[in-house]
């Protein structure tokens, strides 16, 4: 009996272990790319808004919510299952001492926090945001040279589009994250950049 009692405990955790993975699948077939072209340096994505309205209805559907928290430093998004409690999380550093032009930096917080939201968001749902130009054939911005690595040679900073398009390939499994930092190697990245290697 007391077997018996266990085995259906035992059952009833691996069942609710297994449901917010379930939903969250259901969830990723059914949601569609989103993509509406605000443009960004380079490429274009769909911003927090469109994001919301398309996801919503069927994060509900599936009995998903989530929240993203101001933690400190950080941005911590939870993806939760409705039923069960359980939950999916995923921590981000918010970049510091970034520097943008004509913005105070009040403004360069809240542009890192919402990109980032974004991101995380994406990231934790497995959704496509962002347009994918890989074969569309355009001209990338040259790189712009900064600083010196450790053999007295220029570092060079990545453009922004190139950089999403790896980020991109790496979230659908189109190229190894270890393939993608080797890539990166001798890369000067910003501070956004590195925080988006962290949701990889």
Known sequence: MINEEKETFETI?????????????????????????????????????????????????????????????????????????????????IPQDVKLAKMNDFQVLGSAVTYLKRYSLSSILGIVTDSDTDAAGEQQPKNVSIGLNNYGKEKKTISNDRFEKGVEKVANDKLTKKAFLKMLEGFELSEVQKASLKLL
């Open 13 to 93: 955790l691996e069942n609710r272990k297994q449901s917010i993975y379930k939903s969250l699948a259901n969830f990723q077939q059914e949601c569609p790319t989103i993509h509406k072209a605000t443009k960004g340096y380079g490429y274009t994505y769909s911003d927090l808004p469109t994001i919301f309205k398309v996801i919503n209805p069927l994060l509900q559907k599936n009995g998903l919510g989530f929240t993203q928290l101001l933690n400190g430093s950080s941005i911590e998004t939870i993806l939760f299952h409705v039923e069960t409690g359980q939950t999916i999380t995923s921590k981000t550093d």
